[in-house]
């Protein structure tokens, strides 16, 4: 049989067809099974094993096509339809693996903030330390391509950690920032001096160095370094916040008649810390804590997991609504998320 022939016989028995058809069915099959695998939902091994018996099915498909041809049907029919299967096949498979690109780029590494100790004997250094700390974790909170871990939270697994120390000589503040992966290899490391009374520059500084070392696009933070540049004073807005939060913490140790004189006046500090750096997702956060306004119906569940994607809080509450509703599938995967931001939660999950 010459060449020629003998790829008139592979056209003429559907031979080529049937391979391209069983290449774009294994790619379905095999692109859904690896996303299935990324989800956890499968394992490895019958991914390998997939891939084996497509790899052993391959020559057994093209050997069968070309026995098991039958003249005698509409070829034209079956060469239609056998067209059409292909065409569909394919652009599934392309859609899908589209869609696992897409879905991969999403993929939120996870950071966890420790705190920045002073390394001088100076109180105002160890106070400067804490503040910094609490508002980097903030920006960072605020972007929903990454998972930041609560404030404090002791967690190994995370994909990067950030840790540092400040000290003060004279009119310069010196803060030094590291950025470790979780083998605890050091990732980048950089040494800022500014001076003490100008936070948000020293803020903005750190944001425009330290972002591009994370796995992100550094326009994600644009919204964050232009919050900060918005605030007027760091260091007042801070001192609103503990106040208020202290006075939240105290309603309920009070006598019944004071505690709304109390309520008032956290709220009091919530507004004035607004007034002073508006927009910080942590005063709303705060207020929600301590008010009715997650027991409401009519509340936007989705717009608030998108407006803090990284609150153990809003996952637990919302969590409780979503199981309250009969929804115990979509609350487990709410506290999954609300454990692994912070462990101690409180959640039964946690255990």
Not at 81 to 89: E, K, P, S, T
Not at 184 to 193: N, P
Not at 262 to 291: S, V
Request: proline share 5%; with cysteine; net charge negative.
């Amino acid at each position: 049989m010459s060449e020629e022939s003998f790829l008139v016989q592979l056209k003429q028995r559907r031979v080529i067809r049937a391979a391209l058809l069983y290449v774009a069915l294994a790619w379905v099959a095999l692109q859904a099974a690896d996303l299935l695998a990324g989800a956890g939902i499968i394992g490895e091994q019958l991914v390998r094993g997939l891939i084996l018996v497509a790899v052993i099915g391959f020559p057994i498909v093209v050997v069968a096509s070309w026995f098991l041809d039958s003249p005698w049907r509409d070829k034209k029919s079956l060469a239609v339809a056998g067209d059409l299967v292909i065409i569909v096949a394919i652009m599934v498979a392309a859609g899908l693996f589209a869609w696992q690109q897409w879905f991969a780029s999403f993929v939120r590494p996870s950071v966890t903030v420790h705190a920045i100790e002073a390394t001088d004997t100076r109180e105002d250094t160890r106070q400067l330390a804490g503040r910094f700390a609490r508002n980097l974790h903030i920006v960072l909170a605020m972007r929903s391509e990454l998972r930041v871990l609560e404030f404090g939270e002791p967690v190994e697994n995370a994909d990067y950690r950030i840790s540092g120390t400040m000290a003060q000589g004279g009119s310069i503040v010196r803060l030094t920032l590291q950025l470790f992966d979780s083998n605890g290899s050091l990732v980048w490391g950089e040494t800022f001096e500014d001076n003490p009374d100008d936070e948000i520059q020293l803020m903005n500084r750190v944001q425009s160095e330290f972002y591009g070392n994370l796995p992100l696009p550094a326009e994600a933070f644009t919204l964050a370094r232009d919050l900060v540049a918005a605030c007027n004073s760091l260091a007042e807005r801070d001192s609103l916040i503990t106040q208020a939060a202290q006075k939240f913490d105290a309603v309920d140790e009070l006598p019944p008649p004071q505690r709304p004189v109390a309520q008032q006046l956290a709220m009091q500090h919530l507004a004035d810390a607004e007034t002073l750096c508006p927009g910080w997702p942590d005063t709303r956060l705060l207020r929600m804590m301590n008010t009715l306004e997650l027991d409401q119906d009519d509340i936007d569940e989705d717009g608030l997991l998108r407006e803090f994607p990284n609150s153990a809080f809003i996952y637990r509450k919302i969590g409780e609504r979503r199981k309250a509703a009969g929804k115990p599938e979509e609350a487990a995967a709410l506290f999954d998320e609300a454990c692994f931001l912070q462990p101690s939660s409180g959640l039964p999950e946690c255990n």
